[in-house]
C-alpha cells in the first residue's frame, strides 16, 4: 500500500510569500493531520480531519493559516503571508482507526522562510 | 505543564551498552501509549506501543506505569543503527489526536 504522499520536500520563499503544502493520505484513510515540527521540537498538531470537515482546528493560526480537504481525501496547508517563524517541518499523517493505533505520517516539507 | 515531557539528552552510549528512556504524561486518562523513532530529517515512524504489561519486541521493551503515569523505552545491546531520537508519545483520552514529546536524542558510538 502506498503511504502518505506530501510535496513539495523542500520549499524556501521570502517572508510575506504565500506558500502551499499538499497532502495525500493512505487510501481509505478518513481522518487526516497536519502537524508542525520546530527544530529539536517533537511534533505539534495544527488541524485534525474526519473526512472533508475539521474538527478540530484549535492550534491553527488562524489569521494566516488555512487548510482545506476536498471530496475528503488530499488536503493543502496554506500559509499567507509566510513569517520568519514559519520555518519548520510540516507533516501530514493519515489514519483509518483514529489514533488509538498510531498513524503514519508523510515525509514532510521542509519549509524555509528568509 | 506540558503534556508529554521527556529528557531531550542526547544520550551517548557505546555499541552494546543498555540504555533507557523515561517519558511523563499528564494526562491521567490517555489511553494509548506509542514510542515513535525519528532519524535526522526524516519523519517520524511508529516504534512500537506501550502496554499496561510491558511489551517487548527483540532488544526494545517498553513499559507503561499508569499510576505513576510514566512510560519507559529499554533498548538493550546498542547498535549504530539505533542513533536516532526517540518521540514518547501519548492519545489523550476522548480526543482522536497523538501529543508528542520533544523527543530523546541516542548516539551510538564504535
Known amino acids: 500500500e502506498a503511504g502518505v504522499v506530501q510535496s513539495p520536500r523542500y520549499k524556501i520563499i521570502e517572508k510575506k510569500q504565500p506558500v502551499a503544502f499538499w497532502c495525500n493520505p493512505i487510501s481509505g484513510h478518513n481522518t487526516l493531520y497536519w502537524y508542525r515540527q520546530n527544530l529539536g521540537q517533537g511534533p505539534e498538531l495544527l488541524i485534525r480531519y474526519e473526512n472533508e470537515e475539521a474538527v478540530d482546528d484549535s492550534q491553527l493560526p488562524k489569521d494566516r493559516f488555512s487548510a482545506e480537504r476536498l471530496k475528503g481525501v488530499d488536503s493543502t496547508l496554506k500559509i499567507q503571508p509566510a513569517e520568519l517563524g514559519d520555518s519548520a517541518v510540516y507533516l501530514c499523517?493519515?489514519?483509518?482507526?483514529?489514533?488509538?493505533?498510531?498513524?503514519?505520517f508523510g515525509s514532510g516539507t521542509r519549509l524555509t522562510v528568509v | 505543564r506540558k503534556e508529554v515531557e521527556q529528557d531531550p539528552g542526547p544520550f551517548n552510549v557505546p555499541e552494546g551498552a543498555t540504555v533507557a528512556f523515561n517519558c511523563t504524561y499528564s494526562?491521567?486518562?490517555?489511553?494509548?501509549f506509542f514510542w515513535y523513532r525519528q532519524d535526522c530529517r526524516k519523519e517520524p515512524k511508529l516504534l512500537m506501543s506501550v502496554y499496561s504489561s510491558g511489551n517487548e519486541d527483540g532488544r526494545f521493551t517498553a513499559q507503561l506505569n499508569r499510576a505513576s503515569q510514566y512510560i519507559s523505552l529499554l533498548i538493550r545491546d546498542s547498535k549504530l543503527s539505533d542513533s536516532a531520537t526517540y518521540l514518547c508519545?501519548?492519545?489523550?483520552?476522548?480526543?482522536?489526536?497523538?501529543?508528542f514529546g520533544t523527543g530523546t536524542r541516542l548516539l551510538v558510538s564504535p
Open positions: 494526562n491521567s486518562a490517555s489511553q494509548s
Open positions: 508519545v501519548v492519545n489523550p483520552e476522548g480526543f482522536q489526536k497523538l501529543v
Open positions: 499523517a493519515s489514519s483509518g482507526q483514529g489514533a488509538v493505533f498510531g498513524y503514519t
